[in-house]
């Protein structure tokens, strides 16, 4: 999204695409699964669903749109839409657009605090869930990251940020071809070296007795992590 934000086009463009692209279909598609929640839970029978109207899940999702709060049960013991919660952060981000306008200007002000901006959430969000995924178990990490947890969904707001750098340093790339294929070769060795440290630390190290992943080593934050994607998407 950041790497093609583009600050020449109006906030209503973006709003636009927001609701038509977004919002609409997301409410149209959980309306839908609230309606079959009890089927999808095997609770009833898919025509007894179509039949009766769930109100009470009806209410539920509104109480999710309207506290975006994603992983709240639909049904008792059932939370259907844990893994849409990336909805809920990608509106915010659409409705921050005018802020992120600012700080991407072809300025020198902007630029000065575009990369304050990354600089702080690099130790904000990356330092931090490093420290997390190395020392799970360690209290003074912890307690540490407790105060600065709510600032999470600002998270992807530092992702946009960090793409919209690319597009820049893309652009000025182009007037250096020949370091291409060398960027491109490079960013493929990154990836596939944090992606086999990352596979090598789970095996080693995220492993319980039960021989069950717990996944602790798959932040999205954590150093190795933001360095694979960031080069993969390089060399996309």
Same mark, same amino acid.
């Given at each position: 999204?950041?790497?093609?934000?583009?600050?020449?086009?109006?906030?209503?463009?973006?709003?636009?695409?927001? @609701?038509?692209? +977004?919002?609409? #279909? =997301?409410?149209?598609i959980?309306?839908? +699964?609230?309606?079959?929640?009890?089927?999808?839970?095997?609770?009833t029978?898919?025509?007894?669903?179509?039949?009766?109207?769930? *109100?009470? =899940?009806?209410?539920?999702?509104?109480?999710?749109?309207?506290?975006?709060?994603?992983?709240? &049960? +639909?049904?008792?013991?059932v939370?259907?839409?844990?893994?849409?919660?990336?909805?809920?952060?990608?509106?915010?981000?659409?409705?921050t657009? &005018?802020?992120?306008?600012?700080?991407?200007?072809?300025?020198e002000?902007? $630029?000065?605090?575009?990369?304050?901006?990354?600089?702080?959430?690099?130790?904000?969000?990356?330092?931090?869930s =490093?420290?997390?995924?190395?020392? &799970?178990?360690?209290? @003074?990490?912890?307690?540490?990251?407790? $105060?600065? *947890?709510?600032?999470?969904h600002?998270?992807?707001?530092?992702?946009?940020?960090?793409?919209?750098?690319?597009?820049?340093?893309f652009?000025?790339l182009q007037? *250096?071809? #020949?370091?291409? #294929?060398?960027?491109?070769s =490079?960013?493929?060795l990154?990836?596939?070296g944090?992606?086999?440290?990352?596979?090598?630390? *789970?095996?080693?190290?995220s +492993?319980?007795?039960?021989g069950?992943?717990?996944?602790?080593?798959?932040? $999205?934050?954590?150093?190795?992590?933001?360095?694979?994607?960031t080069?993969?998407?390089?060399?996309?």
């Open positions: 999204m950041g790497f093609f934000f583009s600050t020449s086009k109006p906030f209503n463009f973006y709003i636009s695409r927001l @609701f038509y692209r +977004i919002i609409i #279909p =997301s409410i149209i959980m309306a839908i +699964i609230t309606q079959l929640a009890p089927w999808i839970a095997n609770k029978t898919f025509t007894q669903c179509l039949r009766t109207l769930n *109100t009470e =899940s009806f209410i539920i999702l509104g109480k999710i749109l309207t506290s975006f709060y994603a992983a709240q &049960p +639909i049904l008792p013991g939370s259907l839409f844990g893994p849409v919660w990336f909805i809920f952060d990608m509106i915010l981000c659409y409705l657009f &005018p802020i992120l306008k600012l700080i991407c200007a072809d300025n002000a902007a $630029r000065s605090a575009k990369k304050y901006i990354l600089w702080m959430g690099l130790f904000l969000f990356v330092f931090r =490093s420290l997390d995924v190395c020392f &799970p178990d360690n209290q @003074f990490v912890t307690r540490s990251l407790l $105060r600065v *947890t709510p600032l999470k600002a998270y992807w707001l530092w992702v946009i940020l960090l793409g919209h750098q690319l597009g820049v340093y652009k000025n007037t *250096t071809r #020949p370091a291409g #294929p060398i960027l491109l =490079s960013s493929l990154v990836y596939i944090c992606a086999s440290i990352i596979f090598w630390l *789970t095996l080693n190290f +492993i319980n007795d039960k069950i992943v717990t996944g602790r080593f798959f932040n $999205r934050a954590f150093i190795l992590s933001v360095l694979s994607y080069a993969l998407f390089i060399f996309l």
